[in-house]
Nanobody, 117 residues
């Protein structure tokens, strides 16, 4: 059974930092592209960052230079470090795994990040 369980998140002030983490199980983690997406109220879900099985990363323009995605293939985890947070970063953050022979997407249930003074 595939599981993606997010943790972390919460409340931060503008300019502050937070991190979210995702623990994966039930699939061959090291072979999947892992990503973080977010969905703000009233908006569509959007890609924040993703990292390939080999560690190649790409980021949404809005978070470049502020967020860092990393993965640990030994522990089947992926993390997102968020610095210099802005109110526009407020959203539910979802962990995503993409890969396998059929291009399957797996999703976590999400964790809320709120940036407010």
């Amino acid at each position: 059974q595939v599981q993606l369980v997010e943790s972390g998140g919460g409340l931060a002030q503008p300019g502050g930092s937070l991190s979210v983490s995702c623990a994966a199980s039930g699939f061959t983690f090291s072979r999947y592209v892992m990503g973080w997406y977010r969905q703000a109220p009233g908006k569509q879900r959007e890609l924040v960052a993703r990292i390939s099985s080999g560690g190649i990363t790409n980021y949404a323009d809005s978070v470049k230079g502020r967020f860092t995605i990393s993965r640990d293939n030994a522990w089947n985890t992926v993390a997102l470090q968020m610095n210099s947070l802005e109110s526009e970063d407020t959203a539910v953050y979802f962990c995503n795994a993409y890969g396998g022979p059929y291009g399957t997407n797996y999703w976590g249930k999400g964790t809320l990040v709120t940036v407010s003074s």
